[in-house]
């Protein structure tokens, strides 16, 4: 298998030639150059990767990058600086940076990100779905008016579900959740199925147990019959009581390993999609799910 050609650029001369021979040991074929001009007059060596420094006297790394996307498109470019900001990196990005990283930077993971680059540009017609490629179109959930009750959403459900039957589209598209609609069109909430089971629990339940933990009212012996008086006294509620209201945003245009760490970190196992402030879908933890088995699948 041929090695991976890098075209390494940055005017610290120590810090060229010493990551320069550390990725050489690491099986990649390492061109060097100590600015941005002369790394356009490298770029006729062809290189697969290039990674390039931002602060260079002369050409500095956005104008040279700008410069490399002008004739090379298809060769990806990570950004490396010990100077940038967020600002920075969303230059590098918009100009078509592959990967904008920090200095000093962890070889191994450089190493990796190299890979990354390059399995990328080598995978021909390959491109990554976005989160408004997965998400669910908010057009497809049912969708109730703010000042709706529970009975009015389990109504709206049957009838979408008597639907889907009817039309041999029974999936798991998200329509066991009712969108929560204000009077501007915008999303006010979620209402889930364990939105409604937590509901029907009656409060002491969730409230702090006194000093004997073992009192009778929190012995299941006596709860016969208690889940449906509280489904009856519940159903004439506003859903607004029981909807989850606080649902994360995230952008349609992130990509699939942003919406994985955001639901990660947060965490979340469902997000609202939105388009220039406009909410559009719903992206679940299931979606990515499937996205997962297709590349697999795919191999």
């Not at 607004?240 to 970190?265: C, G, K, W």
Request: net charge negative.
């Amino acid at each position: 298998m041929a090695k991976i050609k890098v075209l390494m650029v940055d005017d610290e001369e120590r810090f060229r030639v010493t990551t320069s021979k550390i990725l050489d040991r690491k099986g990649f074929d390492t061109i060097l150059a100590a600015s941005g001009e002369e790394a356009l007059e490298k770029m006729v060596e062809n290189p697969d990767v290039v990674i390039l420094d931002v602060k260079m006297g002369g050409l500095d790394g956005h104008e040279t990058l700008k410069l490399i996307k002008a004739k090379n498109p298809d060769t990806p470019v990570i950004m490396l600086t010990g100077h940038g900001g967020v600002p920075s990196a969303k230059k590098a990005y918009d100009t078509g940076a592959f990967d904008y990283l920090a200095k000093p930077c962890d070889v191994d993971l450089l190493g990796v990100k190299i890979k990354d680059a390059h399995d990328y540009a080598t995978k021909v017609g390959y491109i990554e779905k976005l989160a408004i490629d997965i998400m669910i179109p908010l057009e497809r959930y049912t969708q109730i008016p703010l000042d709706s009750t529970v009975r009015d959403a389990i109504k709206e459900l049957e009838k979408a579900m008597r639907h889907l039957m009817a039309t041999d589209r029974l999936m798991d598209t998200g329509h066991r959740s009712v969108v929560v609609i204000n009077l501007d069109g915008s999303v006010a909430g979620l209402l889930s199925p364990l939105d409604l089971i937590d509901a029907v629990r009656p409060r002491y339940l969730s409230a702090p147990k006194p000093s004997m933990a073992d009192s009778l009212q929190y012995s299941a012996m006596f709860w016969q019959g208690l889940f449906t008086s509280r489904v009856r006294e519940i159903m004439d509620s506003p859903v607004r009581d029981f909807m989850t209201e606080h649902i994360p945003v995230i952008d349609a245009q992130a990509n699939l390993m942003d919406v994985a760490n955001t639901m990660v970190t947060l965490p979340a196992r469902r997000m609202l999609v939105q388009s220039d402030n406009t909410d559009v879908g719903v992206v679940r933890e299931q979606e990515l799910f499937y996205e997962i088995a297709k590349i697999i699948s795919a191999g």
